[in-house]
T-cell receptor, first 112, second 115 residues
Framework: GNSVTQMEGPVTLSEEAFLTINCTYTATGYPSLFWYVQYPGEGLQLLLKATKADDKGSNKGFEATYRKETTSFHLEKGSVQVSDSAVYFCALYSGGYQKVTFGTGTKLQVIP | DAGVIQSPRHEVTEMGQEVTLRCKPISGHDYLFWYRQTMMRGLELLIYFNNNVPIDDSGMPEDRFSAKMPNASFSTLKIQPSEPRDSAVYFC?????????????FGQGTRLTVV
């Protein structure tokens, strides 16, 4: 079956530090890959996505590249802000149904 | 569109009571998902519907849980009887399945506390 593995959190960074959150996946076929973000007290919202190999998704300074050879979709940001503090979920869509498989989430805390 | 609307936002109930969570998906979306989020288990898919028909309910934890979607604009998740271990945040999400690789849009969730 499909699965998504994310790095364990929480991740604590100082403002303006470089962020990487690792995500690897196992899937049949050709999945689409997503990063969702959940701010405190809110639901999940889409941050970025990539639908085929070598695609790069980007939004709000975050980016992730779909690497089929390493089955990875790592999230990066060059300079984090306190407002980026949230839980980040890597997710995978595959197959004929719109069923998504989520990773366990990685909590990011950015301190001033 | 106002997005996916869930009610109530918070629910506190006593063990053994029936609890009903409600969801209004985004108009025009044909997929609806119910998730449960806890610290221990993370985000779990409970059940999802396509065109009001349940497609996969394998994530429903036990017979105490049931979900319905009587029409395209409304769904309920019912727990009867409720137990303290059901305490969690329950999310509803919807998507438009005819567009390939479209994302799901989430509601703000219902925080359920069973005491």
């Amino acid at each position: 079956g499909n699965s998504v593995t994310q790095m364990e959190g929480p991740v604590t960074l100082s403002e303006e530090a470089f962020l990487t959150i690792n995500c690897t996946y196992t899937a049949t076929g050709y999945p689409s890959l997503f990063w969702y973000v959940q701010y405190p007290g809110e639901g999940l919202q889409l941050l970025l996505k990539a639908t085929k190999a070598d695609d790069k998704g980007s939004n709000k300074g975050f980016e992730a590249t779909y690497r089929k050879e390493t089955t990875s979709f790592h999230l990066e940001k060059g300079s984090v802000q306190v407002s980026d503090s949230a839980v980040y979920f890597c997710a995978l869509y595959s197959g004929g149904y719109q069923k998504v498989t989520f990773g366990t989430g990685t909590k990011l805390q950015v301190i001033p | 569109d106002a997005g996916v609307i869930q009610s109530p936002r918070h629910e506190v109930t006593e063990m053994g009571q029936e609890v009903t969570l409600r969801c209004k998906p985004i108009s025009g979306h044909d997929y609806l998902f119910w998730y449960r989020q806890t610290m221990m288990r993370g985000l779990e898919l409970l059940i999802y519907f396509n065109n009001n028909v349940p497609i996969d309910d394998s994530g429903m934890p036990e017979d105490r849980f049931s979900a319905k979607m009587p029409n395209a604009s409304f769904s309920t998740l019912k727990i009867q009887p409720s137990e303290p271990r059901d305490s969690a945040v329950y999310f509803c999400a919807s998507s438009f399945g005819r567009r390939l690789n479209t994302e799901a849009f989430f509601g703000q969730g219902t925080r359920l506390t069973v005491v």
